[in-house]
């Protein structure tokens, strides 16, 4: 599947504060509140569409770290880019992760000419760290445990060559 990255809509973000994550994905869930901030220009999200639907998300900054690692300055050791991404909930376990992880990545360096790139993952999510791992990301530290979040790995990679 191509993916393409464009501006977030309203209607976008109505959509994926709709989408629910089973299990302990649930950490995932978008607050069906917070379609404003999605929108919110400073935090850089953008709707990824596939086949012409409405496939995922990515966010590009601030709004791509969680509350924990705030606390804990995590995010003002090293100079990269944080990515936060989304893929929608019926879609996720099927081999799309490493494509649509490049889609977001290109359109990141692209537009924003990063010196690298961080995210910040469930450590319980193996699945999507597999993915993380096979595009370059390393481990950089674990951190948490939250009330609500649980504990995280912060992953960096360089920037595209």
């Not at 100079?79 to 290109?106: C, H, I, K, N, Y």
Request: charged fraction near 25%; include cysteine; hydrophobic fraction near 40%.
């Amino acid at each position: 599947m191509r993916f393409t990255l464009l501006p977030i809509t309203r209607a976008d973000a109505q959509a994926i504060s709709r989408w629910r994550y089973d299990g302990p994905y649930w950490v995932y869930n978008v607050d069906p509140t917070s379609v404003d901030s999605l929108l919110e220009p400073r935090f850089l999200y953008h709707a990824v569409y596939g086949t012409g639907d409405l496939v995922g998300y990515f966010c590009f900054g601030e709004d791509a770290r969680v509350s924990a690692g705030r606390r804990l300055g995590v995010y003002e050791r090293e100079s990269a880019l944080d990515v936060g991404l989304g893929m929608r909930p019926d879609l996720t376990g099927q081999g799309l992760g490493a494509e649509f992880l490049s889609a977001g990545l290109r359109f990141a360096q692209d537009s924003y000419s990063p010196p690298a790139f961080r995210l910040t993952v469930a450590i319980f999510n193996r699945r999507a760290i597999s993915v993380y791992e096979r595009a370059g990301f390393e481990p950089v530290e674990t951190f948490g445990p939250t009330t609500r979040d649980g504990d995280w790995l912060l992953m960096k990679r360089g920037a595209l060559g």
